[in-house]
């Protein structure tokens, strides 16, 4: 069979250089502490005469799940090195980089020289060429958030062999940062809160965009999901997840052990699931290419090992890769207009999976659609959820004018900012609204809030030179009970403040893509002429929104990923025949 991919990657290796001359350090126990990504990490660090002998972390609030990697091996490596100038975890570089700070700190207290252990040295660059293994699986699965755990767990449990490709150092994906949520009808969890007689079809007619231009006759692939989710639940029950609330609005369904935190606890769960089938998980493993034969079809997958091109050969590759959000150069091409917006999701979410698909011939479906996107903080990049719903503060641009009905939800409102001036806007809070609402310390803690005793103070520190005018304006209709500007009805009431004025500037973040490559509804991958690239399948976001692109409004990511996920494993078995 002839391979049409090969590669010869030039490699840059890191050595570390080794260190001496700790023999002059006080043998001890030295504590030591640097800012991580969600507030302090503090480590012990014992040195013996001539070496740090142990670092552990003793304190810290990092994110479960995502930080785990870099607290168990940046410790570890410093040890292994004797060296602070170590590998950061990719994902977790905030807390990889607090971790060496902190170590550094406890170093400096102990009198040594620290900066002197912070030398790498750089090889000259090496070639390396393509190794094939001769490791063989049935089914590859590529990414390994929701849709690839899915897919993995299924493919394994109905007896394929199944090797899971993770380029990060963990699984899990965007959902590691997301509500941990899905949204689904008819469920025992619901009628467990009192919750009967809900059906997927009163679902999806809520759920209907009935401004989208992208309505079809047929929602085959958003009726295949919202049934599917409906199963899912149930499945997923059955395999012992835990939902700890329901939210009766948005049909979330809370994954334990609590809003913002199940993704973890999901990932985890069928990770320890897929391995007890016997799939083979390869984390820290980027897949680069794909392998096709002379027909086209898809054989295998090229993986950067440790900056080595490996080749795995299997009959069915399952491409669950996820979006394109931090991939400026693909947002950039597909919307122009949000080339200055950060990215919000996952550090994952680079497109790997578009980019090696279309390569083979895939068609795109939905590039039209758009990216889904919420506020983070300007000034410091942490997310700032559904806050404007919570409370009456309003959302002015940097000349100090509301510009949207702050009522809206948070894709919505952010979607409306990124078209303001420099795509930011403040968001104006009273010293009510911080007593109320316990985040907002988190944000001034975390360095996102700009304070103020007055308004005017307030204008002159953001620079909105309209903002006292606006507010006068804004409380005289709330005393008229009537937003004539902009329509806003639910938080609706005058703006005043006892105490300090707060703004927290914020600038929309895109976190999902609605735009993917082509599948049908059994997850095959379509070629522009409609026709299947043989042993390639497609689950998840890396297929974009399957309800956006039929006229839905985006709602249940993780659910979407689950359901075709399930599916690509259920068609890529029976195919191959096991
Ligand atoms: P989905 O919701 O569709 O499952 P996610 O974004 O949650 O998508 O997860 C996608 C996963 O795929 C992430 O864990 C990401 O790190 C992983 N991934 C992305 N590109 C690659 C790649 N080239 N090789 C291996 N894993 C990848």
Known sequence: MKKTVSLILALLMCFTMAVNGMADYSAGTYTGTAAGRNGDITVEVILSGDAIESVTVTAHQETPGISDAALASVPAAIVEKQSLAVDTVAGATITSAAIIDAVEAALISAGVDAEALKTAETADAVEAELVVSDE????????????????????????????????????????????????????????????????????????????????????AFTRTMYRGCSDMIEELVGRGLEFVDYDPVMRYHVIGPAMFYGGNTLAQMLKDQAVAAGAVFKLNTRATGLVTDEAGSVTGVIVDDNGHPVQYNASAVIVATGGFSSNNELISTYYPEYHLLPSSASVGTTGDGFIMATAVGAATRGMDT????????????????????????????QSGDRFVNEDLDDYAAAHVTAYQEGSIGYMILSEEIRRALPEIQDYIDQGAVVEASSIDELAEKIGTENL????????????????????????FSEL?????????????????????????????????????????????????????????????????ALVYGKIAANTAVDEIGR
Not at 158 to 171: F, H, I, N, T
Not at 371 to 377: I, K, P
């Open 136 to 219: 063989t699986y049935d089914i590859i699965v590529i990414g390994g958030g929701p849709a690839g755990l899915m897919a993995s767990v299924t493919a394994s449990e109905k007896g394929a062999r199944v090797l899971l490709l993770e380029k990060m150092p963990y699984v899990g994906g965007n959902m590691l940062i997301s509500g941990g949520c899905i949204q689904a009808a008819d469920t025992s969890v619901q009628r467990a809160y009192g919750i009967v007689g809900d059906t997927v079809e009163q679902y999806m007619e809520e759920d209907r965009d009935p401004e989208s231009p992208y309505a079809t006759d047929d929602p």
């Open 370 to 397: 758009d990216q889904q996107m919420f506020f983070v903080s300007a000034d410091t990049n942490i997310g700032i959820p559904m806050l404007l719903m919570s409370c009456n503060a309003i959302l002015v641009n």
């Open 468 to 491: 006292a005018a606006t507010l006068a304006h804004y409380n005289e209709m709330a005393a008229a009970g009537s937003d004539a500007d902009f329509g806003r009805t639910f938080n």
């Open 496 to 560: 005043t403040s006892s105490g300090n004025w707060y703004a927290i500037k914020v600038i929309p973040a895109v976190f999902n893509s609605f735009g993917g490559i082509a599948i049908d509804l059994d997850t095959h991958v379509l070629r522009e002429d409609g026709s299947v690239i043989g042993g390639l399948y497609a689950a998840g976001e890396v297929t974009g929104s399957v309800e956006v692109w039929e006229g839905y409004y985006y709602t249940t990511g993780i659910g979407q």
